[in-house]
């Protein structure tokens, strides 16, 4: 897909109109049709202004830029569309992405990663203001645990505090504008 259909579809599906984005955006009409029909693209700050503007998360309408052959995935899809949708995903991650899915299956953690995994998907099945209410409580948590030194497993992978943080102000946001997304603009994961 590309970076035009991207932007044309988010924008549809968020009911806004080309007026809109260009007014809010401080650039032409003509501008945002250019973009929307591939003539020209915007930068990265100003596709990233596009989605936030949108209150859209950039990650699934880029994803299917990067993988052209993928939609969002559905619970219906095959199971080879899935393998090869996860694969490229993990092609793409950073070295400390790889390091953190790595270790919530084969990491001494204690846990079942399949039990892990249904955590995980049943939370995600939540309304957005549980999710960010339960991840919080998981924050302060695993801070307290640190300042008394009673990290589980100290000498293994531990989370990115300022990115989690950052994601529950992102998600707090959200909740109050009843928007069901939110996303992390400039931001690795």
């Not at 939609?71 to 995903?89: F, Q």
């Not at 892990?116 to 998981?138: G, S």
């Not at 946001?173 to 690795?188: C, I, L, N, Q, W």
């Amino acid at each position: 897909m590309e970076i035009a259909e991207a932007l044309r579809r988010s924008r549809n599906e968020a009911g806004k109109s080309q007026e809109f984005m260009a007014f809010e955006l401080g650039v032409s009409r003509r501008t945002i049709q250019h973009w929307e029909s591939g003539v020209s693209e915007p930068t990265i700050g100003m596709a990233m202004d596009w989605f936030r503007l949108l209150e859209k998360n950039p990650l699934p309408f880029l994803l299917q830029h990067v993988f052209p052959d993928m939609d969002r995935i559905s619970g219906k899809d095959d199971d080879e569309k899935l393998k090869k949708v996860l694969l490229g995903l993990i092609a793409e991650l950073p070295p400390e992405g790889v390091r953190q899915l790595l270790y919530l299956f084969y990491g001494d953690h204690g846990s079942s990663p399949r039990a892990i995994m249904q955590m995980v998907t049943a939370h995600l099945q939540t309304p957005m203001k549980d999710r960010v209410t339960q991840a919080h409580i998981i924050a302060l948590n695993y801070e307290m645990a640190k300042q008394k030194g009673s990290i589980a497993r100290p000498d293994h992978i531990q989370p990115d505090l300022e990115f989690l943080k950052a994601a529950i102000e992102a998600g707090k946001e959200a909740t109050v504008r009843d928007a069901s997304e939110y996303s992390m603009p400039g931001r690795k994961t």
